[in-house]
């Protein structure tokens, strides 16, 4: 970058590469009003990366319908809830239900979902590889009645909204990496993170379980307050994505 050139002006450009580059125009309007960069800057180090999966059998957008999703567990919001009957992998135990959606290379999206709609911050400090794969293991196919919510968030995090993270502030603040540069010594001014995670009819571009009284005898999986995801990898069952959607 010039950085001579006038902050602003190079602010524009980036913004329009990275726009380019992900596909996303909310990515590059929020790059744009959030980084700020300082005259005496010397480098901007800046990695992106994409991740886009489209799901096996994707829902019919004739079927999404407008509905309520409780923010943090009790704030009533109005958002489009994408609905199916189907035979997916699918358990219930004390705390969670949870069900795999196949993806197009399959991958494995997984949703777990808290039994109490205030619940998601316990369950995510109960889950560890072992109770993963404890759940995993007891899945069992069936017929369900899913009801996730359609939508699409932009994350960003600063410097100043690392400062719960002691490691991630010390690196965005006072860490020096002198060794990297010659002359005086070389420190990051800022970090920004932004992401865009979307979630549709077609895939991925990050309650109360009842029995039914049909004759399908399908449970209704609805997705209608805080929850925790994963994407598995096929192969390995790495896990390449994952997140906690408390606030639509």
């Known amino acids: 970058m010039d950085f001579k050139n006038g902050t602003t002006k190079e602010i524009e450009k980036l913004a329009s590469h990275v726009t380019n580059f992900t596909g996303s125009q909310k990515i590059g309007e929020t790059l744009k009003l959030k980084l700020k960069l300082m005259d005496d800057d010397k480098l901007l180090f800046l990695h992106g990366s994409k991740f886009e999966r489209k799901f096996k059998r994707g829902f019919d957008k004739r079927d999404t319908k407008s509905g309520i999703f409780l923010n943090y567990g009790n704030m ?133 379980i009842t029995t039914s009284t049909g004759r399908s005898k399908s449970v209704t999986f609805n997705c209608n307050h805080p929850f925790i995801f994963f994407v598995l990898s096929a192969k390995d069952n790495l896990c390449l994505l994952l997140g906690v959607i408390e606030n639509l």
Not at 101 to 109: I, S, W, Y
């Open 76 to 208: 009533r919001k109005k958002v489009m809830f994408m609905k199916s009957v189907r035979r997916v992998n699918y358990t219930h135990n004390n705390m969670c239900s949870v069900i795999e959606l196949k993806l197009d290379n399959n991958d494995r999206l997984l949703i777990f979902l808290p039994n109490e709609r205030k619940n998601y911050k316990d369950l995510i400090s109960h889950l560890n590889y072992v109770k993963m794969n404890e759940i995993m293991e007891s899945m069992k196919e069936r017929m369900v009645d899913i009801r996730i919510p359609k939508f699409s968030l932009i994350c960003e995090k600063t410097s100043e909204s690392l400062r719960s993270h002691e490691d991630m502030y010390h690196l965005a603040t006072t860490a020096s990496m002198s060794d990297m540069s010659d002359g005086y010594g070389f420190h990051l001014s800022s970090v920004m993170s932004t992401i865009s995670f979307q979630i549709d009819e077609e895939g991925i571009k990050v309650y109360s």
